[in-house]
């Protein structure tokens, strides 16, 4: 509400004010939910007649998924949330750039170079040749990353987990081929998660530090989301970086998961080849169990999973609506039910 000397300032009367937001988030998922996220902050605002410049958005972005091809790094989670929020991701895919080509990539085939299963666009490549060039410079992936959203503009403040490396790799349980280890992109893109994973290890992750501004983001945050993204690929691996699962645990914020799993199956991708190789059902009640009430305060499941979640599940506010995003309106609707749900643990 303006008070006499004009719009609220960052001292809102409005105790409910959520002004900071941070979100640890992976690829495809993630980004979607984000781009709804920002539309439902600045509807608050307006309708609190809030100066939305007070909302600020902080991800915290997985670099587990990230590889170096071609001598090129490539940074998947990154880059989605960066070009779904700036306006170039390819809508369809969910990755990689609009009207992308592939003539390098062709180019490389003809050479018989490999991997081949790969889609290394001609456009994204523009984006590894200026990070691979700067990280060799020395420049940390977190300046690297602000660099790169100069051009992009997402429209929040995109950190990644670490400045550190960190990769995702895969052990198979091949019956055929027997056990062997794989980059996670080789099982989820070549493999398509076909091959049971009898271990998922974010490499190098017990030696990471939170990149700069991370713990800080958490500390200060009013609300603290996990978007539908992967539990275990992706936040589960944010996760894993030492020092940021305390500092969520700790967070005097709010923490309000949102259910990647509707009816038993993912809404994308192949979270379920991921949770079974941890041991973990398949259900959106399962997911919420393995983050745990030290982490999660509340729980959005859709209404087709409303029943599971009896039993309430101790120390977890489970509220359930429509989680497809099927369009932008959607995805906000259920910003707008983490911003409530958020609002009545609060009080
Ligand atoms: N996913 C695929 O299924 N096939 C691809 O060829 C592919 C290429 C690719 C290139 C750049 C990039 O940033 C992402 C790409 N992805 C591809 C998606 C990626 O494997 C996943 O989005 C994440 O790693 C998991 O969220």
């Given at each position: 509400m303006d008070g006499a000397d004009g719009p609220a300032g960052p001292s809102s009367r409005d105790p409910d004010a959520v002004r900071r937001v941070v979100a640890l988030a992976g690829g495809i998922g993630g980004a979607r939910f984000l781009r709804g996220l920002l539309i439902a902050l600045d509807d608050t605002g307006r309708d609190s007649n809030r100066k939305s410049e007070f909302t600020e958005v902080t991800v915290i972005g997985n670099t587990g998924d990230d590889i170096t091809l071609f001598g090129l790094r490539i940074c998947p989670d990154l880059d989605t949330v960066m070009y779904t929020l700036g306006g170039g991701i390819n809508e369809e895919q969910g990755w990689g750039r609009a009207g992308e080509t592939f003539a390098v990539k062709d180019e490389l085939g003809l050479y018989q170079?490999?991997?081949?299963w790969f889609g290394l666009g001609d456009r994204d490549i523009a984006t590894h040749v200026l990070r691979t060039g700067w990280l060799a410079d020395g420049v940390p992936l977190s300046e690297v990353t602000r660099r790169l959203c100069e051009r992009w503009a997402p429209g929040v403040r995109l950190l990644p987990m670490s400045d550190d490396p960190v990769e995702t790799h895969v052990l198979l349980d091949d019956p055929v081929q027997g056990e062997r280890t794989v980059h996670f992109q080789e099982w989820w893109v070549r493999l398509h998660a076909a091959v049971p994973a009898k271990s998922i290890t974010a490499v190098g992750a017990s030696a990471a530090r939170p990149a700069p501004g991370v713990l800080e983001a958490i500390e200060a945050a009013d609300l603290i989301v996990f978007p539908p993204s992967n539990p275990v690929v992706s936040i589960g691996t944010i996760l894993q970086v030492p020092g940021i699962r305390d500092a969520v645990v700790g967070a005097r914020a709010p923490v309000i998961g949102v259910s990647p799993i509707i009816g038993g199956a993912p809404?994308?991708?192949?979270a379920d080849a991921c949770l079974a190789a941890i041991g973990v059902a398949t259900t959106a009640r399962a997911v919420a169990e393995h983050y745990g009430p030290a982490l999660l305060d509340g729980w959005l499941v859709d209404d087709v999973d409303a029943a599971t979640m009896q039993p309430p599940l101790d120390g977890i506010a489970v509220r359930s609506r429509p989680l497809l995003m099927v369009d932008l309106d959607a995805t906000a609707a259920i910003a707008r039910s983490v911003f409530d749900l958020a609002a009545d643990l609060r009080v």
């Open positions: 170079a490999a991997p081949q809404v994308r991708g192949m």
